[in-house]
Structure formats: structure tokens, C-alpha cells
């Protein structure tokens, strides 16, 4: 939506330019109006065009995924969760469960997306 | 004064911009349009074509990085047989024995990545020379993607062939998902992270966890378990290295090995989904659901054909970005959903007592037994 409306401002920009050029170029004085609504859409392009950028860095930085590792006890089922280290697989012995003291071991590892969006 | 100076440039911009039209027009009729559009085209490919060398470039450093970790002291001579190697089919056009054909060239494809590979990797466990295995196919896939588009891209503007400029263009966007899906796999593989295609092993795991799982064929282990009264003979590819081994061979031993005595084989697998539907479904189905070039999927058929033994298959439905990638929530949560299918599966369509095998598809990377 935002990239239709700064190509729709940037044409618009260029229509005024166009206009006020042919003005001047034909001897008119461009009115104050013409200049005007010609920077007005200039500044409007630049200014959808920054927001575009803003939106899309905050996009990549919001959908990069957590890696997420669920440890398990196999005695009494105690489950937690921790970050990942390199040398971590799903079977691996990872410590004593802090309810019961049985072996714990690393049920699933998989990544985790900050926001889940649903699509249609 | 000042007014005529202005008559008198207004005239000269019309008659420049009549003739800008007039030229433009001119060159329209003379083919001007369709070399310009080939020109934009083919700057567009360009463009998008560094990104693809960037990654085939990228995804080989990395792997020259993981061989020289592992003890390799030239990296880059391996790296140059490796990313070029080619697999040519078989014969098709006398189809008898092409199975068996295709299966000794994968064979023999297989043995001489992981020579090539395990030879030069002295200090390396084999789970890392099987994740470096993996890396440098992921980079010699990658690097052939970036040859084949600088090649249609360089024949046609040789030949002037603007249809295939055009095909190209139009295909580009589809390609750089493709690359870009390759590359982010690569740092999965390097952190040893299980991946979506990964769903397969991590059932059997869950099935078979703490029953001393033993090799029944290469890369690949079974162990025997109790399941709703049944006994389960679980297989999978042994991990956590990077490895799917060969389980229609598996398969095919174990089942001689009992004589055919089964009440049923199911194979679970991931499955690529269709747009519109939601990753970690599930869907159950008959056949073998294993997606090799042929060869393992023959085996479990044939077999299951030969003793009448009754072929069902659970997949778990993912993208081919999410089965290359790190596995995502949906897919681990749905392994449980897949147990239970597969206990519900047991209790109607077999007897308490009875044997049933059950084969987790799959690449092992991050999964143990």
C-alpha cells in the first residue's frame, strides 16, 4: 500500500515539475501553488519511501526465529526450556531434573518465531 | 524582451521534444523496443545474479571452513572436485533393471563424496564429516544454480533470443527463493540443528528412545519396542549426523528376516504442503512415503507387495523452505499428534501380539536414538 502511494507522489511530483518547467519555459510565472504542491510531493515520496525502509528493517529484526531446545525428564516428565549450544541433539543427556533428580534429557529443538502470523 | 527570449524557448523545447517522439517512434518500428527490454531484462538478471553467486560463494567458504576444521589442509582443491560433481542418469529408454542401475550410480556417487570428504578430514568425528558432506552439496547445488543462470542469460544475448531473457526473468524471483532457501539451510547444518525434514527420525526417536537401537543396514538402526501391546520395530537413519541412510534396504533385511510375519509397515515422512495450507498437518495415506530417487522406495514396495503386507504412511505437511530449514515449532509439536495416530492406527488395524514396523524418514541431522 505504501509502495502504491510513493509512486503515485512520485508521479505526481514529476507532473508538477513538468508543469511548472513548461510554465516557466513558456514565459509564465509558475505560481506559488505549482511549486509548492510540486515539493509537497517530493517531500511526501521521501517520507513514504523512509517509512517503507523503517517498516521493512523492523520486519526482518521481528521474524528472525529463537532456536529452542525443551529438556524433559524421563522419570517424572519435569520440562523446561533452554537456549541452544553447538553440540546440542534431541537424545543428548543435559543434567539432573530439579524435581526428582532422573536424567534429563533433550526432547526437541526447533525454532521459534517472536510473532506468529496466520495467512489466509 | 524578456517575454520573446521566453516565446522563443518554449518553441525550442517543443521542437526537441517533437523530435524525441518522432525518433522514439521511428525506432519502435525498427525492433529499438524489444532490444531495450532485453537490455532492461538482462541488467535486472545481472543484478539478481550477484546475489546468487554471493551465495554460492558464501555457502563454499563455509565449507572450506568446516574441511579445514576438521583437519583438511587443502580445502579449496576438495571444495573444486566437490561443487562441480555430476551424477549421470541411467539409460531410460531400455527401462529393465534401471533401478538397480540408478541405485549402484548413487552408490557409487555417495562412497566417493564421503571418500573424497572422510580422507581428507582427519581430526573429524563422523558427525562432522557427515554435516561437512551436507554443507558441500548444499554449495556445489548452489553454485550450479548460479552456472545454469549465467548460462541461459550469456546464450541468449548471443543469440539475441529474447523469449529466453524473458523466461528468465520471469523465473529469476522463484530461483532466488530456491538459492536463498539453500543458503539459510547451510548454517543449520554447521549448528547440527534438526530441520523440518527431520520430522520422520524424531518420531522414531520419541518411539524408540533408551531401547538400544542396533545398525541393520548403512547409516540406518532399529530397536525393538512395545507399542500398545504390539511389538514395534522402529527404524531410522542413525544420527546425529546428517545422514538419511537406506531405509528400503533396512526394511527389506528386516522383513526377509521375519519372514514377512508383519501385520503392517507405516512410514512417516514430511510432506510438501500445498499453498493456503498450514504447516505441521497432518495426513495419512498407503504407499511408501519416502522421498528418494527411487532406489529405497522400490525396496520397502517390492517388499511389502511380496508378503502382502499392508503399506500406510503419516506425513507431516511443510513448505521446502521449512523441510531444508531449521525445524520449526509446528513440525516438533506435531511428532506427538503423529504417535498418537499411529497408536490409534495399531489398535485398528492390527491384534495385540502381532509385529508392525515403523520407518522414520528423514534426515537425522540433530537426532539422535
Same mark, same amino acid.
Given at each position: 500500500m505504501i509502495r502504491h502511494l510513493m509512486f503515485l507522489m512520485l508521479l505526481l511530483s514529476l507532473l508538477f515539475l513538468e508543469t511548472t518547467v513548461s510554465a516557466q519555459g513558456g514565459g509564465e510565472e509558475a505560481t506559488p501553488a505549482l511549486w509548492t504542491l510540486m515539493f509537497l510531493t517530493l517531500i511526501l515520496t521521501v517520507a513514504l519511501l523512509a517509512i517503507q525502509i523503517v517498516q521493512q528493517q523492523r520486519r526482518n529484526k521481528s521474524t528472525r526465529p529463537r532456536t529452542v531446545v525443551e529438556v524433559k525428564c524421563a522419570k517424572c516428565g519435569y520440562r523446561e526450556e533452554k537456549e541452544f549450544s553447538r553440540g546440542d541433539y534431541v537424545g543428548k543427556a543435559v543434567g539432573k531434573c530439579p524435581k526428582c533428580g532422573g536424567q534429563m534429557f533433550i526432547e526437541a529443538i526447533y525454532a521459534r518465531l517472536p510473532k506468529q502470523e496466520k495467512k489466509p | 524582451m524578456v517575454q520573446m527570449a521566453g516565446g522563443g524557448l518554449a518553441d525550442w523545447i517543443q521542437a526537441i521534444s517533437q523530435l524525441v517522439f518522432m525518433a522514439i517512434f521511428i525506432l519502435m518500428f525498427l525492433g529499438f523496443n524489444q532490444k531495450f527490454q532485453m537490455y532492461v531484462w538482462s541488467r535486472n538478471i545481472r543484478a539478481r545474479m550477484s546475489i546468487l553467486e554471493s551465495y554460492a560463494l558464501e555457502a563454499r567458504k563455509k565449507a572450506e571452513k568446516l574441511l579445514s576444521e576438521g583437519g583438511a589442509k587443502n580445502p579449496s582443491e576438495v571444495?573444486?572436485?566437490?561443487?562441480?560433481?555430476?551424477?549421470?542418469?541411467?539409460?531410460?529408454?531400455?527401462?529393465?533393471?534401471?533401478?538397480?542401475?540408478?541405485?549402484?550410480?548413487?552408490?557409487?556417487?555417495?562412497?566417493?563424496?564421503? @571418500?573424497?570428504?572422510?580422507?581428507?578430514?582427519?581430526?573429524?568425528?563422523?558427525?562432522?564429516?557427515?554435516?561437512?558432506?551436507?554443507?558441500?552439496?548444499?554449495?556445489?547445488?548452489?553454485?550450479?544454480?548460479?552456472?545454469?543462470?549465467?548460462?541461459?542469460?550469456?546464450?541468449?544475448?548471443?543469440?539475441?533470443?529474447?523469449?529466453?531473457?524473458?523466461?528468465?526473468?520471469?523465473?529469476?524471483?522463484?530461483?532466488?527463493?530456491?538459492?536463498?532457501?539453500?543458503?539459510?539451510?547451510?548454517?543449520?547444518?554447521?549448528? @547440527?540443528?534438526?530441520?523440518?525434514?527431520?520430522?520422520?527420525?524424531?518420531?522414531?526417536?520419541?518411539?524408540?528412545?533408551?531401547?538400544?537401537?542396533?545398525?541393520?543396514?548403512?547409516?540406518?538402526?532399529?530397536?525393538?519396542?512395545?507399542?500398545?501391546?504390539?511389538?514395534?520395530?522402529?527404524?531410522?537413519?542413525? @544420527?546425529?549426523?546428517?545422514?538419511?541412510?537406506?531405509?528400503?534396504?533396512?526394511?527389506?533385511?528386516?522383513?526377509?528376516?521375519?519372514?514377512?510375519?508383519?501385520?503392517?509397515?507405516?512410514?512417516?515422512?514430511?510432506?510438501?504442503?500445498?499453498?493456503?495450507?498450514?504447516?505441521?498437518?497432518?495426513?495419512?495415506?498407503?504407499?511408501?512415503?519416502?522421498?528418494?530417487?527411487?532406489?529405497?522406495?522400490?525396496?520397502?514396495?517390492?517388499?511389502?507387495?511380496?508378503?502382502?503386507?499392508?503399506?500406510?504412511?503419516?506425513?507431516?505437511?511443510?513448505?521446502?523452505?521449512?523441510?531444508?530449514?531449521?525445524?520449526?515449532?509446528?513440525?516438533?509439536?506435531?511428532?506427538?499428534?503423529?504417535?498418537?495416530?499411529?497408536?490409534?492406527?495399531?489398535?485398528?488395524?492390527?491384534?495385540?501380539?502381532?509385529?508392525?514396523?515403523?520407518?522414520?524418514? @528423514?534426515?537425522?541431522?540433530?537426532?539422535?536414538?
Open positions: - | 571444495m573444486d572436485r566437490l561443487v562441480d560433481f555430476f551424477v549421470i542418469e541411467p539409460v531410460d529408454l531400455e527401462p529393465t533393471d534401471i533401478i538397480k542401475r540408478l541405485e549402484h550410480v548413487l552408490d557409487v556417487r555417495e562412497q566417493r563424496f564421503k @571418500g573424497l570428504v572422510g580422507s581428507i578430514m582427519e581430526k573429524a568425528t563422523d558427525i562432522e564429516k557427515s554435516i561437512a558432506e551436507t554443507v558441500s552439496e548444499i554449495a556445489a547445488a548452489l553454485n550450479s544454480l548460479y552456472k545454469q543462470v549465467r548460462h541461459y542469460l550469456l546464450l541468449g544475448e548471443k543469440t539475441n533470443n529474447w523469449v529466453l531473457i524473458m523466461q528468465l526473468e520471469l523465473m529469476m524471483p522463484q530461483l532466488i527463493r530456491m538459492a536463498e532457501t539453500y543458503y539459510k539451510a547451510v548454517d543449520t547444518f554447521i549448528d @547440527g540443528k534438526p530441520v523440518g525434514d527431520g520430522l520422520g527420525p524424531l518420531v522414531a526417536y520419541r518411539l524408540m528412545r533408551g531401547s538400544g537401537a542396533k545398525r541393520v543396514a548403512e547409516d540406518t538402526v532399529a530397536a525393538e519396542v512395545e507399542l500398545e501391546g504390539r511389538k514395534a520395530i522402529v527404524v531410522k537413519a542413525e @544420527g546425529p549426523g546428517s545422514r538419511v541412510g537406506k531405509p528400503g534396504e533396512a526394511v527389506r533385511r528386516i522383513v526377509e528376516e521375519l519372514n514377512g510375519d508383519l501385520a503392517m509397515i507405516i512410514t512417516v515422512d514430511a510432506a510438501l504442503k500445498l499453498e493456503g495450507e498450514e504447516t505441521g498437518t497432518i495426513a495419512e495415506g498407503s504407499g511408501a512415503a519416502i522421498g528418494d530417487p527411487g532406489p529405497e522406495k522400490i525396496k520397502i514396495e517390492r517388499t511389502a507387495a511380496k508378503y502382502g503386507i499392508p503399506l500406510h504412511a503419516i506425513v507431516v505437511k511443510m513448505s521446502m523452505e521449512e523441510a531444508i530449514q531449521e525445524m520449526k515449532e509446528e513440525i516438533a509439536k506435531a511428532a506427538d499428534k503423529v504417535i498418537e495416530r499411529i497408536k490409534d492406527l495399531v489398535r485398528k488395524e492390527s491384534r495385540e501380539g502381532e509385529r508392525i514396523l515403523i520407518v522414520g524418514i @528423514g534426515n537425522t541431522v540433530g537426532i539422535a536414538q
